[in-house]
């Protein structure tokens, strides 16, 4: 029996009794679906980032590696959420996903123009979550998004026709944001100019003087 998520936006088609979850998985389905919306995905890449939550975590927040690195829906480690409580926090632990997804060029080209869920939670667990065993993993994420979002239920989805991810964007360089980039950029320009206006100045100066010298 099909379902749908409830968010107040429409969600994907998924099917929770594939393999066996519990309304508490729905429910964090529910929020990782609604964060990636937010966050300006589509449907279909929420859809392939819940496939990858369920493979890390089986959608349980508080789920960590046997060693304690790795915490959460998406077993971060302390290199993108330092706090181990942060990463416990399931709206914190997928944004910090989220900004992983945001970084990858391969990812968010993909994202862009792929509408196929089992094929992009492949590309997520490749260039977002970046497991050891990438062609193993890739190919069990893959099968997870077929077993949750079965492509018979979407082919008249209106999902499939939905809009796109946003664009690539770059890291931001010494954490500030774009606009402040171009500032930054701007003022470096003018002191360059300045520097070297006044030191062409100096040299013509310095002829002069050893012109008049001898």
Same mark, same amino acid.
């Given at each position: 029996m099909a379902e749908?998520?409830?968010? !107040?936006t429409p969600a994907p088609v998924m099917i929770p009794e594939t393999? !066996?979850?519990?309304?508490?998985? &729905? %429910? &964090?389905a529910d929020l990782i679906v609604r964060e990636f919306l937010n966050a300006g995905f589509g449907h279909m890449v929420a859809a392939a980032a819940v496939a990858n939550a369920y493979r890390e975590s089986s959608l349980n927040p508080r789920e960590e590696s046997e060693t304690g690195r790795y915490v959460g829906l998406f077993q971060l480690s302390p290199d993108v959420i330092a706090s181990v409580a942060a990463r416990k926090d399931p709206v914190k632990n997928t944004r910090g996903i989220i900004s992983e997804a945001l970084k990858s060029k391969p990812f968010m080209t993909l %994202? %862009?123009?792929?509408?196929?869920?089992?094929?992009?939670a492949a590309a997520f667990c490749r260039y977002v979550e970046r497991?050891?065993?990438?062609? !193993? $993993?890739s190919q069990i994420r893959y099968d997870i998004a077929e077993a949750l979002y079965p492509s018979a239920l979407l082919q008249n989805s209106p999902y499939v026709h939905e809009p796109k991810a946003p664009p690539y964007r770059k890291p931001p360089f010494l954490g500030l944001d $774009?606009?402040?980039?171009? &500032? %930054? &950029?701007?003022?470096a320009g003018g002191i360059l100019l300045t520097g070297g206006l006044a030191y062409v100045r100096y040299l013509e100066q310095k002829r002069r003087k050893s012109y008049f010298e001898k």
């Amino acid at each position: 029996m099909a379902e749908t998520l409830t968010t !107040g936006t429409p969600a994907p088609v998924m099917i929770p009794e594939t393999l !066996g979850l519990s309304s508490a998985q &729905v %429910a &964090v389905a529910d929020l990782i679906v609604r964060e990636f919306l937010n966050a300006g995905f589509g449907h279909m890449v929420a859809a392939a980032a819940v496939a990858n939550a369920y493979r890390e975590s089986s959608l349980n927040p508080r789920e960590e590696s046997e060693t304690g690195r790795y915490v959460g829906l998406f077993q971060l480690s302390p290199d993108v959420i330092a706090s181990v409580a942060a990463r416990k926090d399931p709206v914190k632990n997928t944004r910090g996903i989220i900004s992983e997804a945001l970084k990858s060029k391969p990812f968010m080209t993909l %994202a %862009a123009t792929e509408t196929h869920i089992p094929t992009l939670a492949a590309a997520f667990c490749r260039y977002v979550e970046r497991p050891k065993d990438k062609d !193993g $993993e890739s190919q069990i994420r893959y099968d997870i998004a077929e077993a949750l979002y079965p492509s018979a239920l979407l082919q008249n989805s209106p999902y499939v026709h939905e809009p796109k991810a946003p664009p690539y964007r770059k890291p931001p360089f010494l954490g500030l944001d $774009e606009e402040r980039q171009k &500032v %930054a &950029v701007w003022l470096a320009g003018g002191i360059l100019l300045t520097g070297g206006l006044a030191y062409v100045r100096y040299l013509e100066q310095k002829r002069r003087k050893s012109y008049f010298e001898k």
